[in-house]
């Protein structure tokens, strides 16, 4: 852990496995996309098609009561705010059980 008690240091080979992982997880999300904006072109209107070109790909840790934290940089490049109703689409990078 370092000084400031803020969690633990990720070794290299661990980081570059958790990237590896990151990216994977990405390209997932963006081939999810693509084919439902393919399978679904005929029946989306405009409107949904803005919607679904708003997203943010990050990681962020399962907290105590399932809570996730949306990152600043993605709430303010969304313009999400407290209150804001959000659709999440959930894929498990890595478990850290025993």
Known sequence: MTEENDGPA???????GMQ???????ETQQEFLSQMMQAGAGGLDMNQLGA???????KTRVQSGGRI????AEREALDI??????QTVVIPVKRNRE
């Open 10 to 16: 990720w070794p290299p080979t661990m980081f570059s």
């Open 20 to 26: 590896e992982m990151s990216e994977q997880a990405m």
């Open 52 to 58: 679904m070109s708003q997203t943010a790909t990050f």
């Open 69 to 72: 934290s949306i990152p600043d």
């Open 81 to 86: 705010e407290e209150g804001d109703i959000v």
